[in-house]
């Protein structure tokens, strides 16, 4: 019995170091945000991680709407005039760094927000369509509460997360 508690204190406290760890990585990120991109970077990048830790106890359907809600506040801005070439695919860091970036940069920092609060990447898709209203290809994230359902859009140029079938705006192109 002796030997059993100390191998669970053992875990436990293998586990703590991990949570300390995984804690320390991210300020470490903060870190390098703000020094790289300034001090409104670093509170961005802030209140990135606080949403995620905030977050994690919430239904998905809660977890979508304040992920999609917190990106969605940041500037669309093409990656010619941000980063200077035709076509950049910025890392989520990226991304929160700057606070803009076009609808790759968007889609992409959803999603592995999504992935971070432990929704399984089997319900989550990142799409190619071609917005009609704009007449220029596009990309969101799709959410599929069940693998035959109709999934619902997570999207920079429309906020309110609908049902795909309810995006007469948006053409799937793969």
Partial sequence: MKKFVTLVAVALLCIAANVDALT???????????????ERAGKRATAWRELIDDSRQFPVQKQLKLVNNFFNQFIFVDDIKLWGKKDYWATPLEFVGVGAGDCEDFSIAKYMALRSLGVPDSKLRLVYVKSL????FHMVVAY??????VPEILDN??????????????????
């Fill in 24 to 38: 320390s990585r991210e300020q470490q990120q903060i870190s390098k945000i703000r020094s790289f991109y300034g």
């Fill in 133 to 136: 209203n704009l007449n220029q």
């Fill in 144 to 149: 599929y509460p069940t693998p035959t359902a």
């Fill in 157 to 174: 140029l429309d906020g309110e997360i609908k049902p795909a079938n309810k995006r007469k705006d948006l053409l799937p192109i793969y």
